[in-house]
């Protein structure tokens, strides 16, 4: 996470080295969760953005309506879970 709140990601696409697909989503991050090969990001406002391979957590979104006020993420090699 940077200073501003963006997000830097690189590596292998498949694993959520690349996360151009939700670049324009991913400001005002406070705290970033890893599974084995997708990462899930907290933003500010308690929304969650998700990215990297779908089958271990890259897409939120058919849970994306609840994912609201967030305040932490616990992972598993493929899953996340949302406080």
Known sequence: IL??????????VEDGG???AVQDQLWNVHHIQATHAAFAAILADGSVVAWGDPYHGGDCSA???RLKNV???QA???????I
């Open 71 to 73: 305040q932490q993420i």
């Open 3 to 12: 200073a501003d709140g963006s997000v830097v990601a690189w590596g292998d």
């Open 63 to 65: 849970v994306q309506d």
């Open 76 to 82: 598993t090699r493929a899953a996340c879970a949302a």
């Open 18 to 20: 690349d996360c151009s």
